[in-house]
């Protein structure tokens, strides 16, 4: 059956009355760009299968061509939320299959675009679930560059490519960043450092600037992981993207030995402390360093 396009070439929404997002922005020069609040897509990466690529339909806009699954965001709604929210709509992308890594943003003052780039963490079969899909396939990175890609995203996969081997770490000194907060922490060192994980867990789900860690893109959502050491142990565990280290004996010790293990794996890593003995022990090992006033600043 053959899907004639509307007149307006506006994708068209499978359930529920139209959102107010969902309508075209007019550049000063006369160029539209689709959604008034902005609009985002889902870069879903499968360490086996590749990028889950859509085959836009001929009556869309730049029709014919290969993309990601994206769309309108809703008033209001984060760039990760209608990435995710339309990959559901377009392509069945299941509630938890992904873990978003970076963010990367086209901003154009009056128009802006936002690439979630996200691991697979439940390998999922994709569903065409709109009339916006012709086909919807994995496809191996080395591949991508060989379909018709829809312009916009040709241009943004250039920058992209390089950053998908790109996976950062943190390790916090817990003890020293602690030790930098004079709120009775010495009274209950278990209590405060559990206050650290908390604020760190907050921080690690809305993301780090990548011009932080020496990145390039918008906002990265790296691996964190806390070292406690001392009556410290007894802290309470960490959430998703955070792990507590319980060092049995060192702290300095398992903190050199996880960012090691990280640079061995070919992380991009950094290790938060004000210490310099320890600043200069992982950096040796081939870690940045952040000062505890950073974490500081950003939590507190």
């Known amino acids: ?54 085959h836009r339909v001929s009556w869309s806009h730049f029709g014919d061509t290969w ?17 995710v929210r339309e990959a559901q709509e377009e392509a069945g992308v299941p509630d938890a299959a992904t873990r978003t890594r970076f963010l990367s943003t086209l901003d154009l003052g009056y128009w802006s675009y936002t690439t979630v780039v996200a691991d697979v963490v439940r390998p ?21 560059d060989s379909k018709p890609l829809h312009p916009g995203f040709a241009d943004s996969w250039k920058q992209l490519r390089p950053l998908l081997c790109v996976r950062p770490a943190i390790v916090v000194d817990g003890a020293n960043v602690v030790g930098s907060v004079p709120d009775g922490w010495w009274k209950d060192r278990a209590g405060a450092a559990s206050r650290l994980i908390r604020k760190v867990s ?51 010790d398992a903190i050199v030995g996880a960012a090691s293990r990280f640079v061995g794996e070919g992380r991009t ?11 200069a022990r992982v950096t040796d090992a081939g870690a ?11 939590v507190w």
């Open 67 to 83: 993309a990601l699954p994206g769309g309108a965001r809703h008033e209001g709604e984060s760039a990760v939320d209608g990435a």
């Open 288 to 298: 940045a360093v952040l000062g505890a006033r950073w974490l500081l600043e950003q």
């Open 124 to 144: 999922f079969e994709p569903v065409i679930a709109d009339p916006e899909s012709r086909a919807l396939e994995w496809v191996a990175v080395d591949e991508v």
């Open 269 to 279: 890593v950094t290790v938060v402390t004000s210490d310099r003995g320890l600043a």
């Open 202 to 252: 907050a921080l690690a789900a809305s993301g780090v600037p990548g011009s932080v860690l020496g990145l390039g893109t918008d906002q990265w959502f790296a691996e964190w992981v806390v070292v406690v050491e001392g009556q410290a142990r007894g802290a309470s565990d960490g959430t998703a993207g955070v792990a507590v280290v319980r060092a049995e004996a060192s702290g300095d």
């Open 1 to 54: 059956m053959t899907i004639e396009p509307p007149a307006s070439e506006e994708p068209r929404r499978p359930h529920g009355p139209r959102d107010p997002g969902d309508a075209w922005v007019v550049a000063p020069t006369g160029e539209r760009y689709w959604g008034v609040f902005g609009a985002a897509g889902l870069l879903a990466l499968d360490p086996h299968r590749g990028v889950l690529l859509q």
